[in-house]
């Protein structure tokens, strides 16, 4: 159980037009989902949560105009990278929790991760 | 904000061998979660800890989290080259998020 895809897995696009990431959890309804960022050789950085219904919430220093989030149905969220430039090439994943905050439902479940590349 | 360093930066393990990897945490952790990933993947969830003391284990991986709830081991015991792979710890923060640690790379060698 709590299987999370994203799709695509690659996408390689021109500096300056949009990119969708879409993150799914397959068998569990999650009300609330993460998107990261993470660097070659580095850690994983928060960027946003997405929270169905409601607007995403984003951490300090990501740009909300840049990086657009929609969480349309307690299954499905979206990252947009809009206009994008070379230094937004990285690796972007996001995560599902299930519903509550109690012990064990506090853990995310990731998905596989989307490599983008911007020429 | 929550800092977790995690030690070593990397390891080398003959097969077989075993290992230990380190989170340390600056402030009292509300929970403590370890994932593995394998390079341009996503994250496996491995164990969980919440309470002092606590320890758990799943096949030949044991976690502990301390009585201070600052720091967290995970053992290896007899590495497979199936273990290789990047070790990442990942803090609970107050408003129930996760911030990582940089990583703990792990190569086993045949």
């Known amino acids: 159980g709590a299987v999370v895809s994203q799709h695509p897995s690659r996408v390689i696009c021109k500096s300056g037009t949009s990119v969708k990431i879409e993150c799914r959890s397959l068998?569990?309804?999650?009300?609330?989902m993460f998107w990261y960022r993470q660097f070659p050789k580095q850690s994983l950085m928060l960027m946003a949560t997405?929270?169905?219904?409601?607007?995403?919430?984003?951490e300090q220093g990501v740009e909300k105009d840049k990086f657009l989030i929609n969480h349309a149905s307690l299954t499905l969220s979206t990252l947009t990278v809009t206009s994008a430039h070379p230094e937004d090439s990285s690796f972007y994943i996001c995560?599902?929790?299930?519903?509550?905050?109690?012990?064990?439902?506090?853990?995310?479940?990731f998905g596989p991760g989307t490599r983008l590349t911007v020429l | 904000s929550q800092e977790l360093e995690q030690s070593p930066q990397s390891l080398i393990v003959q097969e077989g061998k075993n290992l230990t990897i380190n989170c340390t945490s600056s402030?009292?952790?509300?929970?403590l979660y370890w994932y593995k990933q394998k390079y341009g993947e996503g994250l496996i969830f491995l164990m969980m800890?919440?309470?002092?003391?606590e320890e758990k284990s799943h096949e030949k991986i044991t976690a502990k989290l301390d009585e201070k709830k600052q720091q967290s081991s995970l053992h290896i015991t007899a590495s497979q080259p199936s273990h290789a792979g990047i070790y990442l710890c990942?803090?609970?923060?107050?408003?129930?998020?996760?911030?990582f640690g940089a990583g703990t790379t792990v190569t086993v060698r045949a």
């Open positions: 995560s599902a929790k299930l519903p509550g905050l109690a012990g064990g439902r506090n853990t995310q479940y």
């Open positions: 800890l919440q309470k002092g003391g």
């Open positions: 990942g803090a609970v923060r107050y408003d129930y998020k996760l911030s």
């Open positions: 402030k009292t952790l509300y929970g």
């Open positions: 997405s929270n169905e219904g409601s607007k995403a919430t984003y």
């Open positions: 068998d569990f309804q999650a009300t609330t």
